[in-house]
């Protein structure tokens, strides 16, 4: 474990340098303020799979805010407030059943090695996830990146909004909300970048259809 936590350290830290975290965070400063809040409660628990820089759930207004990562880095990224678990995206044991509000994950699932760790993954949300609590899943979407989806080392297993929505349903959720096109590829993408044009993209889903190459997929666990 140790060597592969060294591993995401080393990685995350050539991806990204830090003016380019910094854009992140401003970003998702934009992206929880006017689009994602309206699906978590402001007295949510809420879990962040695959945090990273922790840039959701950081800015998300909840009660409750908890980041799962094997990422070292994830606990210097977190801000105060923000609990921090070391744990497979599979077996969250410190996360009880039906006691979270919204689970989150956001370029996350592709870095799985098979499509039955996704699966399991989208199983052991249903199991966190309160009755009426929602999965909220943003991911590139293949179809619309045949080539760039590879240029990433550690992307290993393709997804189109098409098969993600099969595999919630597979996990016992039930599909709310699908836009195959959301947003641009990556932080890394011409437009948007300032937070004044994320604003402005937000506001023309028409754009989207041009733009987005990421898929948004939102899920309820059944009452």
Avoid at 190 to 201: D, G, H, I, T
């Amino acid at each position: 474990m140790e060597h592969i936590n060294t591993s995401l350290d080393r990685l995350y830290r050539h991806r990204f340098s830090d003016s380019e975290v910094a854009s992140k965070k401003r970003i998702w400063q934009v992206l929880c303020r006017q689009y994602f809040s309206k699906f978590v409660p402001a007295d949510a628990r809420v879990v962040d799979l695959g945090a990273g820089y922790c840039e959701f759930i950081n800015h998300i207004d909840a009660t409750d805010k908890i980041a799962i990562d094997l990422n070292p880095d994830t606990m210097r990224f977190a801000a105060p407030g923000v609990r921090v678990i070391n744990e497979s995206c599979t077996n969250v044991a410190s996360v009880p059943s039906d006691s979270v509000d919204a689970v989150f994950m956001s370029n996350f699932l592709e870095h799985l090695p098979s499509k039955q760790l996704v699966l399991d993954t989208l199983r052991e949300t249903a199991r966190m996830l309160r009755p009426g609590g929602r999965a909220i899943i943003l991911q590139p979407n293949i179809r619309f990146l045949p080539g760039e989806y590879w240029d990433y080392f550690d992307h290993h297993t393709p997804l189109t909004d098409r098969s993600l929505v099969e595999a919630v349903v597979l996990a016992g959720l039930e599909p709310e909300e699908v836009v195959p096109r959301f947003l641009p590829y990556t932080t890394k993408s011409r437009l948007p970048q300032a937070p004044w044009l994320v604003s402005l993209y937000l506001r023309i889903p028409l754009v989207w259809r041009v733009l987005g190459k990421q898929a948004l997929v939102v899920a309820r666990k059944p009452r």
